[in-house]
Structure formats: structure tokens, C-alpha cells
């Protein structure tokens, strides 16, 4: 089964930065994508950014211009953010899908971030 462990997550102000890092128990290449999706108090989780094995991008809209994903050679994807907004507070989700997830969605446990203004 795999395994999805986030990092990186904490308290920044607004304006500041954040990585989180969310390490894979396989190689990110055998996942059709692995990605990051945040969750609000009292709102729908919701996409922020993904990465294919192909190394194709998708960002939701609130990301553009301020989140880059990206991901090391063996089994971490990374999650830049800056220019944070309070708004921007929320849990972080990874998500990996792929053959070796039995063509199923895996979650990590999650990791907060709290913007304050």
C-alpha cells in the first residue's frame, strides 16, 4: 500500500513562504500524478496543484503565480508556496494516484498551514 507523509507545514505571516514536501513510499515516477489539495475550516477540500509522471502541471486558480510543485528524482513532490494570503490557511493534503495505488486515490495525514495577517 502506499504511503504519503507531509512535511513542512506551520505558521507563516502573510506575504511569507512555505515548503511542504510530501514523501512517497514508491517512486513518484510510477504515479500517474501525485499532488496537493487543502482543505479550509468549514469548506470543501479542494485541488491546489498536481504533477504528472510526465512532469505536466495544474494549478487551481488561487495557486497561479504564487505555488510552484515540483518533485526530486526519487520519491518526494514538493509544495512552494509564496506570497501567502490568511486565506491561504488550511490542512494540506498529498494525493497520489497510479497502477501502483490500485488505480485509487491515496491521501497523506494531512499537514496545517495558519497564515496570520
Known amino acids: 500500500q502506499v504511503q504519503l507523509v507531509e512535511s513542512g507545514g506551520g505558521l507563516a505571516q502573510a506575504g511569507g513562504s512555505l515548503r511542504l514536501s510530501c514523501a512517497a513510499s514508491v517512486r513518484t515516477s510510477t504515479l500517474n500524478y501525485i499532488g496537493w489539495y487543502r482543505q479550509a475550516p468549514g469548506k470543501e477540500r479542494e485541488l491546489a496543484a498536481r504533477?504528472?509522471?510526465?512532469?505536466?502541471t495544474t494549478y487551481a486558480d488561487f495557486a497561479k503565480g504564487r505555488f510552484a510543485i515540483f518533485r526530486d528524482n526519487e520519491n518526494t513532490v514538493f509544495l512552494e508556496m509564496n506570497n501567502l494570503y490568511p486565506e491561504d490557511t488550511a490542512v494540506y493534503y498529498c494525493?497520489?494516484?497510479?497502477?501502483?495505488?490500485?488505480?485509487?486515490?491515496?491521501w497523506g495525514q494531512g499537514t496545517l498551514v495558519t497564515v496570520s495577517s
Open positions: 494525493n497520489a494516484f497510479g497502477l501502483v495505488t490500485g488505480l485509487r486515490d491515496v
Open positions: 504533477i504528472t509522471n510526465e512532469d505536466t
